[in-house]
């Protein structure tokens, strides 16, 4: 399948190598590639810089946000989430298209940890489900660190990657690249329509303390029932 990914930081560097390493056709989107490539010095995460990624990465293309869309029917967008908007519109005519968002509508302005700047009665994925009416928005992922979204089974036990939006087969589409990551049946639970995305957007501030009280990104959600 060919993907584009939206996002040179930490996750959409994760997101590209695994997908490109199921075997799918893999570009990943910026707003300037000659900005993206002069970069220099590593995020807080200590994620390679985008010339090493490319570098490294020989099968993965820099492109253009509408150069790498271009051709694609499932976008993957894992900007910032404040440029989760601007980035989708300078994809051009995304009509049709499944987007899966990873995005979080986090507020750093006032430092660590973040606030959000949606919330409550409304939600990132829904904005962009109305900015983007003929595009098939889905949430899931956001409620994780990078490396676990990609590899579930690295946790060790089973745990929970929630999945909303309002196409059916959109979700089915996610849900199978979910799958491919290695996420089971068992651990995939549908929420429901974009609004949704109120409810798991709505995690991160949990996620942030339980990571400033453990120092430890590497943990999940599971819902637990009982039998
Ligand atoms: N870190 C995690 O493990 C994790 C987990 C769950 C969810 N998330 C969410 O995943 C997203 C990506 O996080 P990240 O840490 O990998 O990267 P990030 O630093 O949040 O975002 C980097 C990307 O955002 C793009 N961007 C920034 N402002 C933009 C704008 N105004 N218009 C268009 N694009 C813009 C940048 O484009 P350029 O390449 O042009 O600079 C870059 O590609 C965030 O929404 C985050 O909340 C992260």
């Given amino acids: 399948m060919k ?27 910026t707003r300037n590639v000659e900005n993206a ?4 010095g590593k995020d807080a995460y200590g994620t390679p810089t985008v010339a090493e990624f490319v570098k490294n990465n020989p099968s ?29 519109a300078a994809a ?7 987007v899966l968002d990873i995005t979080n509508p986090l507020d750093f302005s006032k430092g660590f940890p973040p606030t959000l700047f949606l919330t409550n009665d409304t939600s990132l994925g829904e904005v962009l489900q109305a900015a983007f009416p003929n595009t098939h928005i889905v ?14 089974r690295s946790l060790g036990e089973d745990s929970t990657v929630f999945v909303g939006g309002n196409d059916a087969a959109a979700k089915a589409r996610v849900i199978g690249i979910l799958k491919e990551f290695g996420w089971k049946d068992s651990e995939i639970l549908d929420l429901g329509d974009i609004t949704t995305a109120r409810g798991t957007e709505g995690m991160l501030p949990i996620w942030l303390r339980i990571f400033g009280a453990t120092k430890n ?11």
């Avoid at 584009?4 to 994760?14: I, L, N, P, W």
């Fill in 217 to 227: 990104g590497f943990f999940n959600f599971k819902v637990a029932t009982g039998k």
């Fill in 37 to 40: 490539l002069a970069r220099e």
């Fill in 60 to 88: 993965i293309t820099l492109k253009t946000y509408a150069d790498a869309a271009n051709g694609t029917d499932l976008i993957v967008l894992a900007t910032k989430g404040d440029g989760a908007e601007a980035a989708l």
């Fill in 139 to 152: 949430k899931s992922l956001n409620t994780m660190f990078n490396g676990l979204m990609v590899n579930p």
């Fill in 3 to 29: 993907i584009a990914v939206f996002g040179t930081g930490s996750v959409g560097q994760t997101l590209a190598i695994r997908l490109s390493g199921l075997s799918h056709s893999v570009t990943i989107g």
């Fill in 92 to 98: 051009g005519n995304i009509d049709g298209k499944i």
